[in-house]
């Protein structure tokens, strides 16, 4: 099993749960993601070092806006 790649399986529950809520479609979904890991990478955080329900419903809105 490859190490250092994705979510876990909370952290994807999570985040898929913020997209369903906003009603992203499976595509949005996706990108979604990505967008979350870009942002993780400019604020510095580490792999594990991930958002919290309350922030990534922000970052769907501010995802949503783009």
């Known amino acids: 099993m ?5 979510a876990n399986r909370n952290d994807r529950q999570m985040v898929d ?3 369903q809520q906003i009603g992203m ?6 990108e979604f993601g990505k967008y979350i890991e870009d942002v993780k ?11 919290t329900y309350e922030e ?6 501010e995802f949503l806006e783009l």
């Open 2 to 6: 490859e190490r250092g790649r994705g």
């Open 41 to 51: 990478r400019s604020e510095g955080r580490g792999g594990a070092d991930n958002f």
């Open 25 to 30: 479609n499976s595509s949005q979904r996706r």
């Open 56 to 61: 990534l419903l922000e970052l769907a809105d």
């Open 17 to 19: 749960s913020v997209a």
